[in-house]
């Protein structure tokens, strides 16, 4: 009987079913490939069939809640995650990308300003956007950058109320009700914001956001840090792109209560570190990835070896293979695996005891021939001490699907399932 579970989700980290070769095949990895072959395996749509989720609502599913039921928007999410507080009816908060336009016809030149805005370039441009005043409805904007090239916007009224129900201005990701859907192809256009709804709150947010973006692209486009970027050949970060609206912090079951174990979640992102905090788990920020991949994984294989003393069920959230997936980068998210296995899964497999069980799966496929999430299954892997192996030996896509826990068809199925399977109790 299995009296810890260390739940590890490599972030991206599945291919495509129908690619000739996935990464997870051309992958030197006998760490991850142990646990396939010590345990049973499966595959799991992380939300279901059809949907391609952003990482937020396959992360939530896979902790074990429905994101249907009270999904509050990745915006609010990463708000939390960044220490920033909303108020709620009045100010709405939104996910944002710094990005490169063509500031006349609005074309969008690169999502992520080429994936090298330094934080403390894009600090900066942050800096100059929050405590923006719009001009219109008693509205302003509070800006914070997180992450290289990410930040959270929140946009508000001192005397309007406001609605999350408002598009995306990310032409990359549809907006279906509260949750957003990666698209594979779009026309590369920032897209004003509209309504979804015919109330007066989300007309004026839209309002709002949309005056907020103009401005945003006035500032940023002048900006010291963007003349010196172009200075040196590199992209400039002068728009920011808004998504996934959000206006609430959700009323759930806290994860420690509704499994009746302790809980603790290790992220990097402020995503699965809102995740944490919203959903009532011990959530203990990790130091973002430098270029250092030894130090990195040795890092996170130390904190979670700490909080194992300590927490029934240890959830660590990888970044590494989803950044190559989104560039198409077949050799580097390769080789992202490849240290993962080489210096975090192997020596865990040393540093822990047989009764510590292993979960091993991801949140979402992110295939470089996509460059894009996509709603294929990912591998699962489970390996406890009272756990029958099965016939499988190796932890891809296509050896996982023959494995013994077959098809989870919603990732919320799954961490109920393991936890029953393996016996795990207080």
């Keep these: 009987m299995a009296k ?14 129908t690619d000739e070769t996935t990464t997870l095949e051309r992958a030197h990895k006998p760490g991850l490939d142990r646990i396939a072959r010590e345990g049973i395996c499966g595959v ?67 999502r992520r300003v080429g994936r090298n805005l330094g934080t403390n370039e894009a600090k900066e441009l942050a800096k100059a956007l929050d405590g923006l005043e719009l001009g219109k409805y008693e509205g302003y904007a509070r800006v914070k950058a997180t992450i290289g090239h990410r930040a959270v916007v929140i946009i508000g009224s001192r005397k309007y109320r406001l609605s999350p129900m408002v598009d995306n201005s990310d032409p990359a990701y549809i907006r279906k009700g509260m949750i957003s859907i990666a698209v594979k192809d779009f026309e590369p256009y920032l897209k004003p914001i509209k309504p979804l709804e015919d109330t007066e709150e989300a007309r004026i947010t839209a309002e709002l956001a949309n005056i907020f973006m103009e401005k945003a692209i006035e500032i940023l486009d002048k900006h010291p840090v963007n003349i010196e970027r172009k200075k040196k050949g590199l992209l400039p970060a002068n728009a920011i792109l808004l998504r996934d609206a959000g206006g609430h912090i959700p009323k759930v079951v806290p994860l420690n209560k509704k499994y009746g174990l302790k809980f603790a979640v290790l992220a990097e992102m402020p995503v699965e570190i809102g995740i944490g905090r919203i959903y009532g788990a011990n959530t203990i920020p990790i130091p973002s990835p430098t270029e250092d991949p030894e130090k990195d994984y040795t890092l996170r294989l130390e904190k979670t070896l700490e909080a194992l003393k300590s927490h029934d069920i240890v959830y660590v959230h990888l970044k590494g293979p989803d950044i190559p997936g989104h560039d198409g980068e077949y050799e580097a998210k390769k080789k992202s695996v490849e240290d993962i296995d080489k210096y975090y899964v ?43 192996p099965d016939d499988v030996d190796k932890f891809t896509e296509k050896t996982c699907i023959k494995g013994k826990l077959g098809i989870i068809n919603h990732g919320w199925e799954l961490l109920p399932k393991v936890i029953e399977l393996i016996k795990i109790k207080l």
């Design 346 to 388: 192997q020596p865990l497999l040393e540093r822990i005891d047989k009764e510590v069980a292993i979960l091993v799966t991801a949140d979402h496929a992110t295939p470089p021939s996509v460059k894009a999430h996509t709603d294929d299954p990912v591998p699962v892997a489970i390996r406890a001490d009272n756990i029958e």
């Design 4 to 17: 810890k579970l260390i739940y590890l989700v490599l972030d991206g980290v599945a291919d495509r079913l």
């Design 44 to 110: 799991m749509y992380t939300v279901e069939k059809g949907v391609a989720p952003e990482s937020d609502e396959a992360v939530i599913s896979i902790l074990g809640y429905n994101p249907h039921e009270d999904y509050p928007g990745r915006g609010v999410i990463e708000a939390i995650g960044a220490d920033m507080e909303i108020r709620e009816g009045y100010e709405i908060a939104f996910r944002a990308n710094f990005a490169t336009v063509d500031p006349q016809t609005k074309r969008l030149i690169d």
